[in-house]
């Protein structure tokens, strides 16, 4: 079935880097957008960045901007996210989610709507930042 | 801040109604989508675009937009409705791929 597994987190210093991957299957990884959410302990989802389907749109949270790079590999079917200069604060789960588009028409049938949603989501990987 | 605003906690009684806000300005023109979360899961989709569900979402489950306003409606909330809501739209930034979650709302049935 439609399935991302995510993998490579674990324990690493501050100051450190790592970095996450996700193994998309089942699903024509190279037609959707796809994101990395995270979750520190005991809070809400925090958005962190997006990379458009052709990997040459990317977007960052203001909290990773400069420290995170995402990438993928098509050929692969593998999303990315390098994780350099850890802080305590990206203690937390990361999840990698697929974003899908729906197209509907307009109730005046003039123009078109564009639905966005993330409906696939991994389990995913925990991140400890600790000395 | 989150730039989208939710109520941190809501409490329903079985089989009643309840109805999670999310309030921001990026509401105004873009649709909000709504994600579930049970205690140590993934989040699950919900409800997206124009009150839209994924099949596997129960009926009882239903959105609406208003303004600057989404919402989630649980029409007769069941035990299993317990859990943590999120909604999501695009965010400030001029990239149309930019994304922020509302800090979340936990439903509590009682």
């Known amino acids: 079935q439609v399935q991302l597994v995510e993998s490579g987190g674990g324990v690493v210093q501050p100051g450190g880097s790592l970095r996450l991957s996700c193994a998309a299957s089942?699903?024509?990884?190279?037609?959707?957008?796809m994101h990395w959410v995270r979750q520190a302990p005991g809070k809400g989802l925090e958005w962190m960045t997006v990379i458009s389907y052709d990997g040459n749109n990317k977007n960052y949270a203001d909290s990773v901007k400069g420290r995170f790079t995402v990438s993928r590999d098509t050929s692969r079917n593998t999303l990315y996210l390098q994780m350099n200069s850890l802080r305590g604060e990206d203690t937390a789960v990361y999840f990698c989610?697929?974003?899908?588009?729906?197209?509907?028409?307009?109730?005046?049938?003039?123009?078109?709507?564009?639905?966005?949603?993330?409906?696939?989501w991994g389990t995913g990987t925990t991140v400890t930042v600790s000395s | 801040s989150s730039e989208l605003t939710q109520d941190p906690v809501v409490s329903v009684a079985l089989g009643q109604t309840v109805r999670i806000t999310c309030q921001g300005d990026s509401l105004r023109s873009h649709y909000a989508s709504w994600y579930q979360q049970k205690s140590g899961q993934a989040p699950v989709l919900v409800i997206y675009?124009?009150?839209k569900r994924p099949s596997r979402i129960p009926d009882r489950f239903s959105g609406s937009n208003s303004g600057n306003t989404a919402s989630l409606t649980i029409s007769g909330a069941q035990a299993e409705d317990e859990a943590d809501y999120y909604c999501t739209s695009r965010d400030r930034s001029d990239n149309h791929l930019g994304r922020v979650f509302g800090a979340g709302t936990k439903v509590t049935v009682l």
């Open positions: 675009g124009q009150n």
């Open positions: 989610v697929r974003e899908s588009i729906e197209v509907v028409p307009k109730p005046d049938a003039t123009d078109y709507l564009f639905y966005h949603y993330m409906d696939v």
């Open positions: 089942e699903f024509s990884f190279s037609s959707y957008a």
